[in-house]
């Protein structure tokens, strides 16, 4: 199971961090993603982490604003978000599968949690 929170309403230029806790057996060794749905969009990636947190990929909207991160003791994901834009206005959800930035490729996903930039 996953369980996405930090959401919330801010400013533009301001900052909000996700978090994405993971409970399950070998869920420390499963890539991480990020993804997120604006009204009337499709979902979209954000960002990818590795198993061990070595490798990360990041879609180019968000490159240089959000870090992805892990902590494999605590079995938690993170999205720091940075100078954010209100085009980064949606759902966020996070998801666990393969190190991939399709969102078919994973096949368990998080609730969602309501980013809202306000400009």
């Known amino acids: 199971q996953l369980q996405a929170s930090g959401g919330g309403l801010v400013q533009a230029g301001g900052s909000l961090r996700l978090s994405c806790a993971a409970s399950?057996?070998?869920?420390?060794?499963?890539?991480m993603g990020w993804f997120r749905q604006a009204p009337g969009k499709d979902r979209e990636f954000v960002a990818i982490?590795?198993?061990?947190?070595?490798?990360?990929t990041y879609a180019d909207s968000v490159k240089g604003r959000f870090i992805i991160s892990r902590d494999n003791v605590k079995n938690t994901v993170y999205l720091q978000m940075n100078s954010l834009k209100p085009e980064d206005t949606a759902v966020y959800y996070c998801a666990a599968g393969i190190y991939s930035s399709n969102s078919h490729d994973y096949n368990y996903w998080g609730q969602g949690t309501q980013v809202t930039v306000s400009s």
């Open positions: 399950g057996r070998n869920s420390y060794r499963t890539p």
């Open positions: 982490i590795s198993g061990n947190g070595v490798g990360t």
